[in-house]
C-alpha cells in the first residue's frame, strides 16, 4: 500500500491548516506559558477553541456514529494531529479522545458510553486517564490500591504527570486490586469525579508548557458501578490503548519536527555568514539532508503504523513500537540540529525554534521513549 494520504485524507488536511492558521499561532504557547492567555491559567488549552474544534468532528473522529463520533480512523485521527504539532497547538486530544476516552470505548459499560462519549464528541467534556507512578513510562507499575470496602472501593495511592489531570471533569484511574507491583494482572480502571472525598489535584507546566497534573488518592470511596471493565483485567483494556495513544503522539510529533526542519531549511536559504548564504555550506547541506531522510523514514512507519491498527492488524503494536522508536530519535536529531543552525538566536525565547525543541523533548518520553520501544519491538519478536 503506497504510504501517501488519500483524497479524503488531503481535504482534511487542508482544512486542519486553515483552522490553525487562523487560530493557533506559535506565540500561543508563550502565552499559555505566561499566564497571558484567557481562561483558566492552569489549564494551559482554550476550552472554546477545543469546542470549536470538536464541532468540527475532530474530537468524534475514531468513536462510533451511536455515540456521536465519525466512525473514521487513526489514520484520519493522525492527519488532524500533525497539523496541530506544527503550530505546537496544546488540546486535549492525547488525554481525552485518545487515552480516557478509548478506554472507556474499550472497556466502559454501556452506560458509562452513553454517558461520556458523546460528551467527549462534543467538546463538553475532558476526561483524563490517571495511570503513571514513576518518572518514566511504565505502566504496570503500580502501587496504588483499591481495597475491597462495604460500599465498593478505598484508593490509597498517588498519580503523577496525569496528562490534562487539572481541569478535567472525569478520572479514569489504574489501581491495583491484585497482585504484585509491577505485574500486569491485577490491575482494575475506576472512573470518578475530580472534587471526589479524598482526592487532591496539585496542577503542574511540563517543560513544552502543556497541562500535567499531581494526584493523591486519600482512602477515596468508590462504588463498584465505578468500576470500568472487569476486574483485575484493566491491561487487556490499556495495552491497545497505550498503542493507539503511541501513535496518534507519533502523529503529532511527526508534524511539530517536520515544521522546525521546514524553518531550518528556510533559515538556511536567508541567513548570510562569511558574505554568503550558510545554506551553500556543504557541512550544513549534508546535515540537512540526513534530517530530511530520517524524516521521510518516520513518516513512513508513522502512517503504517495508523494503519495497521485502522486495519486490526497482528503487526500492528510491532508497527505502533518501531514507529515512536524512530520517530523519538528522529524528533531529538531535528531539535538539537535546529538550534544548533540557527545560532544564538536559537536558544533565545523569541525565536519559536526552541518551543519546537522543547515539545519534542516531551513528546519524546510520553507513553513511552525510544529505548522502552526499541525494547518492547524486540519482545514482540521474540528476542
Given at each position: 500500500?503506497?504510504?501517501?494520504?488519500s483524497?479524503?485524507?488531503?481535504l482534511?488536511?487542508?482544512?486542519?491548516?486553515?483552522?490553525?492558521?487562523?487560530?493557533?499561532?506559535?506565540d500561543?504557547?508563550r502565552?499559555?506559558?505566561?499566564?497571558?492567555?484567557?481562561?483558566?491559567?492552569?489549564?494551559?488549552?482554550?476550552?472554546?477553541?477545543?469546542?470549536?474544534?470538536?464541532?468540527?468532528?475532530?474530537?468524534?473522529?475514531?468513536?462510533?456514529?451511536?455515540?456521536?463520533?465519525?466512525?473514521?480512523?487513526?489514520a484520519?485521527?493522525?492527519?488532524?494531529?500533525?497539523?496541530l504539532?506544527?503550530s505546537?497547538?496544546?488540546?486535549?486530544?492525547?488525554?481525552?479522545?485518545?487515552?480516557?476516552?478509548?478506554?472507556?470505548l474499550?472497556g466502559?459499560?454501556?452506560a458509562?458510553?452513553?454517558?461520556?462519549?458523546?460528551?467527549i464528541?462534543?467538546?463538553?467534556a475532558?476526561l483524563?486517564?490517571?495511570?503513571?507512578?514513576?518518572?518514566?513510562?511504565?505502566?504496570?507499575q503500580?502501587?496504588?490500591?483499591a481495597q475491597?470496602s462495604?460500599n465498593?472501593?478505598?484508593?490509597?495511592g498517588?498519580k503523577?504527570f496525569?496528562?490534562?489531570g487539572y481541569?478535567?471533569?472525569q478520572?479514569?484511574?489504574?489501581?491495583?486490586?491484585?497482585?504484585?507491583?509491577?505485574?500486569?494482572?491485577?490491575?482494575?480502571?475506576f472512573?470518578?469525579?475530580?472534587?471526589?472525598?479524598?482526592?487532591?489535584?496539585?496542577?503542574?507546566?511540563?517543560?513544552?508548557?502543556?497541562?500535567?497534573?499531581?494526584i493523591?488518592?486519600?482512602n477515596v470511596?468508590?462504588?463498584?458501578?465505578?468500576?470500568?471493565?472487569?476486574?483485575?483485567?484493566?491491561?487487556m483494556?490499556?495495552?491497545?490503548?497505550?498503542d493507539?495513544?503511541?501513535?496518534?503522539?507519533?502523529?503529532?510529533?511527526l508534524?511539530?519536527?517536520s515544521?522546525a526542519?521546514?524553518?531550518?531549511?528556510?533559515y538556511?536559504?536567508?541567513?548570510?555568514q562569511f558574505?554568503?548564504l550558510?545554506?551553500?555550506?556543504?557541512?550544513?547541506?549534508h546535515?540537512?539532508?540526513?534530517?530530511?531522510?530520517?524524516?521521510?523514514?518516520?513518516?513512513?512507519?508513522?502512517?503504517?503504523?495508523?494503519?495497521?491498527?485502522?486495519?486490526?492488524?497482528?503487526?500492528?503494536?510491532?508497527?505502533?513500537?518501531?514507529?515512536?522508536a524512530?520517530?523519538?530519535d528522529?524528533?531529538?536529531?531535528i531539535?538539537?540540529?535546529?538550534?544548533?543552525?540557527?545560532?544564538?538566536i536559537?536558544?533565545t525565547?523569541?525565536?519559536?525554534?526552541?518551543l519546537?525543541m522543547?515539545?519534542s523533548?516531551?513528546?519524546?518520553?510520553?507513553?513511552?521513549?525510544?529505548?522502552?520501544h526499541?525494547?518492547?519491538?524486540?519482545?514482540?519478536?521474540?528476542?
Open positions: 500500500m503506497a504510504l501517501i494520504l483524497e479524503e485524507q488531503e482534511l488536511k487542508n482544512s486542519v491548516r486553515n483552522f490553525v492558521k487562523t487560530n493557533y499561532p506559535v500561543q504557547v502565552q499559555l506559558r505566561d499566564g497571558k492567555a484567557d481562561g483558566d491559567v492552569a489549564l494551559r488549552y482554550s476550552r472554546q477553541l477545543w469546542q470549536q474544534m470538536a464541532a468540527l468532528g475532530w474530537a468524534g473522529i475514531i468513536f462510533p456514529e451511536k455515540y456521536g463520533g465519525l466512525d473514521l480512523g487513526y484520519e485521527l493522525g492527519v488532524v494531529l500533525e497539523e504539532g506544527r505546537l497547538a496544546a488540546q486535549p486530544f492525547l488525554s481525552t479522545v485518545l487515552l480516557a476516552g478509548n478506554a472507556l474499550l466502559g459499560s454501556e458509562q458510553k452513553q454517558q461520556w462519549l458523546p460528551q464528541c462534543s467538546g463538553e475532558t483524563a486517564l490517571a495511570f503513571q507512578e514513576t518518572g518514566r513510562f511504565s505502566p504496570w503500580v502501587e496504588t490500591r475491597p462495604s465498593g472501593f478505598c484508593l490509597n498517588e503523577r496525569v496528562l490534562d481541569g478535567a471533569e478520572l479514569l484511574v489504574v489501581a491495583r486490586t491484585s497482585g504484585a507491583t509491577g505485574a500486569k494482572e491485577g490491575l482494575s480502571l472512573l470518578l469525579a475530580p472534587d471526589t472525598p479524598g482526592l487532591t489535584i496539585t496542577p503542574l507546566s511540563l517543560l513544552d508548557g502543556r497541562n500535567a497534573a499531581l493523591d488518592f486519600d470511596q468508590v462504588q463498584a458501578s465505578q468500576v470500568v471493565g472487569t476486574l483485575d483485567r484493566a491491561a483494556i490499556l495495552e491497545p490503548v497505550f493507539g495513544a503511541s501513535a496518534g503522539l507519533n502523529a503529532e510529533l508534524g511539530t519536527l515544521e526542519f521546514e524553518r531550518t531549511l528556510e538556511l536559504k536567508t541567513r548570510k558574505g554568503a550558510i545554506g551553500s555550506f556543504q557541512a550544513l547541506k546535515r540537512a539532508a540526513d534530517m530530511f531522510c530520517e524524516r521521510e523514514h518516520a513518516i513512513s512507519l508513522t502512517r503504517e503504523a495508523l494503519r495497521a491498527i485502522d486495519e486490526q492488524r497482528d503487526d500492528a503494536a510491532l508497527l505502533v513500537s518501531a514507529a515512536k524512530r520517530t523519538a528522529v524528533a531529538n536529531l531539535g538539537r540540529e535546529s538550534v544548533q543552525m540557527f545560532g544564538g536559537g536558544m525565547d523569541e525565536e519559536d525554534i526552541g519546537y522543547k515539545r523533548r516531551v513528546a519524546e518520553v510520553t507513553l513511552g521513549d525510544a529505548n522502552y526499541r525494547e518492547r519491538f524486540a519482545t514482540l519478536s521474540g528476542f
